[in-house]
Structures are given as C-alpha cells and as structure tokens.
C-alpha cells in the first residue's frame, strides 16, 4: 500500500495580536495555552498534544501546516512519493526540534504553502484542561488520532496541481467534491483518517491564495451554543450563523479570529468507517442555516 499521511496534526498562522488570540483561544474557544509558549509564539492546546496550534507575530494567514505519519519509515516513504513527482522535501532537524517532534520533512505545495510532514509529536506530563470544560474531538473510537480537525485553502489557480499533490503525494483520498448547480467554482473536499475531511481545497477565482477556515469539533450541541454566546459576548464577528452542513454533517457555526480568517466550532461530524466509501458531489454546503448575518434569503 502506498504510504499516506494519518492526520493534520497542526496548524501554524500569524496575527498582529498575541494577545488578542491568547484570550480569544481561552475566553471563546475554551483551548488551553501551551507553557511552551514565549513572548513571540503562542501555542494553543485542544487535547493532550503539547500544542495543535501555534501563532506568531504578523499580518495574518496561514503560515505552515503538519501532516502527521505513524513512524520514520512512513516518512522516509512519503518523501519518496514525492520526489517521485518533482516535488523535494527536505528533512529539518533544526525545525523538528522547534516543532517538538521527532522527525521532519519540509516541502511546498504547488501554491506556495510550507508543507511539514512530521512523525513523533510530544506529549508533555500534564493533561490537557479546558478552563472552559470543552471536550475535543481529536479522536474516535478504534480510529485512533484524527487530528486537530480540518481546514481549507482557497486558490484561483493550479487547482488539479494541488489535487495530485495531496492526493498522490501525500496520500489523501476524495470524501466528496462540491459546485454550485451550474458547475462553476466548487472544490474537493479529502480525508487522511475517519474524519469526513482534513482539507477542502475550494476554487475562488480572483483572490490570493489563503486559508480560509479551520475547524474544531467539540462533544455536544450545548457546547456549540455556549461558544456562539461566548463568541457574541467576546465581540468575534459572526461569519456564518448556525447551521448543518450537507457533506460532513457537522453543526455548526463560523466566527472570525484574531487573524481575520474564520474558525468553525462543530459538533457531530460525520466518520468514514469504510474503505468503501462512496464519492459524491453536491451543490448545496448546508442542509440549513450557516447564513451570512444580515443577509436576507430571497426567494424567487
């Protein structure tokens, strides 16, 4: 079998304030921050992994994003999945070490994203607690890791580029795929594990490459519905009211982050249980809700 990433194991994404975000993570998300954390990066703790989100000082974007395999000899495979498509990867002994993980490769998508594919994370001595009580959902039952969740990355071009990428070199497989009904935009939506996706890879003509949500899922609906009063009372500009969507079935609402992109905060996602899996395509993304705020449906 071709060797193939397991998880999104983390994110990394720049904002002008770190401050802003230590709050927004504590006060809204109910995330832990990492003692591993300094005056110049803050690391953000959804489970027991020392950190699945790391922020440095910028404008605001994403910046890197860790793939997660089982071993070193999973690594040594995927890198020559690569290199078998022109694309190099590097190991980074100096930039595993910052990741607190015990091996690294380093390599770019098609589209200029830093793509590490890491095995090894670490696992401090305290566990993870929420100052808020949320449960994450990193992991399900007999699935093992899941990941932190998932995100996605918005491109005008080099679409079926970015497609073979993730899918040949990294191993991805097609959850399902998604347009509007008369064909146009729309994207690829792909999983590494039993969650529904790790990445959705959307077509957006006429904007720069950039991330432009990632999700985390939490135990319960109750838990959804006080992050959304948390998320009002916290002054975060709701992007997307709640609401279930069609493929991943997940609940859930966006709001915008500290960084300006969007943090979906879900409950109920759907698992892929079977190497079976039937592809499909839609043209809706929501069974209902996930409305712009302010913005009136029109009916015909």
């Known amino acids: ?14 904002a002008p304030d770190l ?12 995330a832990q921050i990492s003692p591993s954390s300094t005056d110049e990066m803050l690391r953000v703790r959804i489970d027991d992994r020392d950190w699945r989100f790391s922020v440095h000082p910028g404008q605001g974007g994403l910046s890197y994003m860790g793939w997660e395999v089982p071993n070193a000899a999973v690594l040594d495979a995927v890198a020559d ?35 590490e594919i890491f095995y090894g994370a670490f696992m401090p001595g305290s566990r993870f607690v929420s100052p ?3 449960d994450f959902v990193t992991t399900a039952e007999l699935a093992g890791d899941m990941g932190f969740g998932h995100f996605d990355i918005l491109i005008s071009d080099r679409y079926e580029e970015m ?3 993730y899918i040949d070199g990294l191993g991805c497989r097609v959850s399902d795929t998604m347009s509007g009904p008369d064909g146009e935009d729309g994207g690829v939506f792909l999983h590494v594990n039993q969650r529904h996706h790790s990445l959705g890879i959307l077509k957006a ?13 939490v135990a319960d609906l109750d838990t959804v519905g006080q992050g959304y009063d948390r998320s009002v009372d916290h002054g975060a500009k709701t992007v997307l009211t709640i609401g279930k969507h069609t493929n991943d079935h997940m609940v859930s609402f966006y709001m915008e982050s500290p960084s300006g992109f969007a ?6 996602g759907r698992l892929i249980t079977s190497d079976e899996w039937l592809v499909s395509h839609y043209h809706e993304d929501s069974y209902w809700g996930h409305r712009t705020p302010g913005k009136q449906q029109v009916f015909a």
């Open 1 to 14: 079998m071709k060797a193939r990433v397991t998880a999104a194991g983390y994110l990394g994404f720049t």
């Open 81 to 115: 999945n690569l290199a078998a498509l022109g694309f190099e990867a590097k190991e980074d002994p100096d930039l595993a070490k910052t990741r607190e993980v015990q091996g690294l490769l380093l390599t770019e998508d098609p589209v200029g994203n830093q793509v």
């Open 263 to 268: 943090v979906e905060y879900g409950t109920g």
């Open 205 to 217: 003509p006429g904007i720069e490459t950039q991330m432009g949500h990632f999700m985390v899922e």
């Open 132 to 134: 808020l009580g949320v």
């Open 19 to 30: 401050d802003a975000w230590r709050r927004y993570a504590s006060e809204v998300l109910g």
């Open 163 to 165: 497609v073979h990428f």
